[in-house]
């Protein structure tokens, strides 16, 4: 077939297979979607058009609204939900393209990964969690945002990382494998930044075996992590991390959990975010009674929560529990009635 008559989307799928790795997932080579509704668009891939549906929709816009570690910071400087996606996102993209994996379907899988992450972030979840029989799993609601609540019709590929983001699950693919690492590795360093810029830490503070391992300087420790990834995975079917690697990016970790995600400065306004959960979760259960099975109720009532920013559920909890005054006439308007009355005497 002449170049000159294939599409943009046929020249590009052709390609995937001269530059790609022979363990890439190729877009021709699919599972496809769970609808076969689709129109056909010939200048892009399959997994370009779901990276596309996911910048686009309405759950990835309220992210930027939503914690990250920090609840309502207010230094624009600290991560919210959004600025975290972003940052996972370049770091699987330059994985991915050093490991020739598909970088189209790794950004699809990192744009849409927190997409079912509550307000008021690891606290919101942990709330709905206790409050649900069956408990909340971000990465769980994650899926249902994008196949029922705004329903895009992704690829199986993309449906499956986005799935498998979180630790302990095994990704189908390599690509979701780059996210899981790149989700980490993105967290871990740019909590460290904002920890020390809230002053809860000082880089003297972290363990030194890790600093010797991987340095006190933040673009130094984020690149020897990615780094460590490519070099251990390059030309071989499964992503992963030298052991040594793991063990210090591990060890890393449960230091950030003792002495930062934990630390009483950091959550010193959970137990009021916990509170708005709760108060919305209570209040949208018994209001949806008259109308609803009562089967149907908590996955709806999770649904609308679970989607809200935090600015939104802070305004929902004060306009339903916070009474407001009686409207009165000001000053003002007794002195316009004043005027009035003294040019209709004249």
Not at 13 to 25: F, H, K, V
Not at 41 to 59: A, N
Not at 63 to 68: E, G, P, R
Not at 212 to 241: E, H
């Amino acid at each position: 077939m002449n170049t000159e008559c294939k599409t943009v989307k046929e020249q590009l799928e052709e390609r995937e297979y001269e530059i790609l790795s022979p363990y890439a997932t190729k877009c021709k080579e699919s599972k496809g979607r769970k609808h076969k509704r689709e129109e056909q668009f010939e200048i892009r891939t399959e997994f370009q058009r779901d990276r596309d549906k996911i910048l686009h929709s309405k759950s990835f816009r309220r992210l930027k609204h939503k914690t990250q570690v920090f609840l309502s910071p207010y230094n624009d400087h600290f991560r919210t939900r959004l600025t975290h996606t972003l940052e996972v996102s370049q770091i699987a993209r330059t994985m991915a393209r050093a490991l020739r994996l598909n970088e189209d379907l790794v950004e699809a899988i990192a744009l849409g990964h927190d997409l079912g992450h509550t307000a008021f972030g690891h606290c919101g979840e942990g709330t709905l969690d206790e409050l649900l029989p069956n408990g909340f799993h971000h990465n769980l609601q994650s899926v249902r945002v994008v196949e029922v609540l705004e329903d895009m019709n992704l690829c199986k590929e993309t449906v499956d990382g986005i799935l498998t983001h979180t630790w302990g699950y095994k990704p189908k693919t390599p690509e979701a494998q780059v996210v899981q690492y790149a989700d980490k590795i993105a967290y871990i360093n740019h909590d460290i930044e904002d920890s020390i810029r809230a002053g809860i830490i000082s880089e003297n503070d972290l363990p030194q075996d890790c600093v010797r391992y991987f340095s006190s300087n933040q673009s130094a420790r984020l690149g020897k992590m990615i780094t460590d990834v490519i070099t251990s995975s390059i030309d071989k079917p499964k992503v992963t991390m030298s052991e040594e690697g793991w063990f210090y990016v591990t060890k890393l970790r449960t230091w950030m959990f003792d002495n930062v995600y934990l630390d009483p400065i950091a959550k010193a306004e959970e137990k009021k975010a916990k509170n708005i959960i709760k108060s919305l979760f209570e209040y949208y259960t018994e209001k949806l009674a008259a109308y609803c099975n009562k089967e149907d109720i908590p996955t709806i009532v999770t649904d609308y929560i679970s989607g809200m920013s935090d600015q939104y559920a802070i305004r929902r909890y004060l306009d339903l529990f916070i009474p407001k005054p009686l409207a009165e006439n000001s000053n003002d308007e007794a002195l316009f009635r004043k005027i009035q009355d003294e040019i209709h005497q004249v």
